[in-house]
Each structure stands twice: as C-alpha cells, then as structure tokens.
C-alpha cells in the first residue's frame, strides 16, 4: 500500500541545523518532494528529488534519499525563526495520474 | 505569490447553501487539482485535471462538483454540505505528465470553509 509517516513534532534553537525525517513505503515511486506550509497559507513547494539520485543540495536545503530504507529526510541548515511552518513529506506514484501521497506533516519549532 | 490563486479565502455557509470555490493559475500548467486538508490528516487527493479531462475522482461525494471550463480555472460548486467536510480546501496546478514523468504541483492559500 502506500503509505508516508513523519514524526510530529521538532524543536531547534536558531542557528542551528533541522533535520525532518519521512518513511514511504510505495517502491514505484519516481520523485519525493517537500512542501511547507505557513500559518493560514497554502503549501510552497520547498525542492525534490528524482528517485535515482543520493543527495540534492539547494543553499541551505539538503534532500537525502535513502532508496533501500525507503528513508527520506530534509536538512535546514543555520535554521531561521522564519522557518517554523509545517513541512510536509511526499511521494508521486508511478502510473496515469500525477498523484501524491503526502505524509501528515511535521511541525518545525525554531526558538530565538 | 504561488501563481495559484483561490478564492474566497474563507467561507462560512449553512448545510443547505449551495457556493462556489475558484481556482485560477497563471503558470501555464495543463493540469489541476484539488485537496481536502483536515486537522490532523494527511492531504486527501479529491480531483484531478489534465487539460479539461477529468481523470481522477477519489470516491469523492456527489455534493462535490468539479468543474474545470479550460485549463487555467478550475471551479468546486458545494451543496447541501455536512460538519464534515469543514476543511481547508486547496488547489494546485502543474504541467501535464505522462513521457515527461511527474511534475511538481504549485498549490494555491486554499479556501477555509466552516460549514454550520
């Protein structure tokens, strides 16, 4: 079945670095994205990644992808106040339709 | 500015009104979609678009009408709702699949429905 689980909650201290962690289950799947969301906001599409890469690098986002634990996590480096929203995990499934699968969200909790 | 614009923002209407939601994208995509967002689930897939054609209905309930006259508006008319389906409601947009794979879908504020 397909699945995608995130744990609920992280706290960090401005400045230092966030890691979110997913787990998906479909195997098919072609690519995996994180999307934020912001308080009374819509969710904006963070970066993602193909399936067949290891790592994607844009400034202070780091995708790593773990294909055979089927792991996938986000790293925020010199995390801003400005970065607490809550992230969501997804993955598109292979077949007809561009469908995701979003996970239920963590919720990222930067203190001054 | 997502390129996705939805409106109303909110909307409060009794389980007997009937109302519109509106979707508009000014990216050039071919596709669009809308999503049910209720408080602590993951995001429920309801429709799908690819240039007009509806091509995906998540066994959505019938008081739940898509309506999608080109491929820049997409339009969700409710009527005779339930407490249930008090939710954030969103649209997004991306360009059509197939040969190219998946594409990333840009989502829209979403409209905060209450239903009374």
């Known amino acids: 079945g397909e699945d995608v689980e995130q744990s609920l909650f992280l706290s960090v201290r401005e400045g230092d670095s966030s890691v979110i962690n997913c787990t998906y289950t479909?195997?098919?799947?072609?690519?995996l994205y994180w999307y934020k969301q912001e308080p009374g906001a819509g969710l904006q599409l963070l970066t993602y990644i193909f399936s067949n890469m290891d790592m994607k690098q844009d400034q202070r986002l780091t995708v790593l992808l773990n294909k055979k634990d089927k792991h996938l996590s986000l790293r925020i480096a010199d995390t801003q106040t400005g970065d607490s929203a809550i992230y969501f995990c997804?993955?598109?499934?292979?077949?007809?339709?561009?469908?995701?699968?979003f996970g239920t969200g963590t919720l990222l909790a930067v203190q001054p | 500015e997502t390129g996705v614009t939805q409106t109303p923002r909110h909307l409060v209407m009794g389980m007997t009104n009937k109302k519109s939601l509106k979707c508009e994208q000014h990216l050039g995509h071919n596709a669009m979609y809308w999503y049910k967002q209720s408080a602590k689930k993951p995001l429920e897939l309801m429709f799908v678009y690819n240039f007009k054609e509806q091509t995906e209905n998540n066994s959505v309930p019938s008081r739940f009408s898509p309506e999608c006259p080109n491929s820049s508006h997409l339009f969700l008319h409710l009527h005779t709702l339930q407490p249930e389906d008090s939710a954030l409601y969103l649209c997004a947009s991306s360009q059509s699949w197939g040969g190219q794979g998946n594409q990333p879908q840009h989502f829209g504020d979403g409209t905060r429905l209450s239903i009374l």
């Open positions: 479909d195997s098919s799947s072609t690519y």
């Open positions: 997804a993955e598109s499934i292979r077949g007809a339709t561009n469908k995701l699968i």
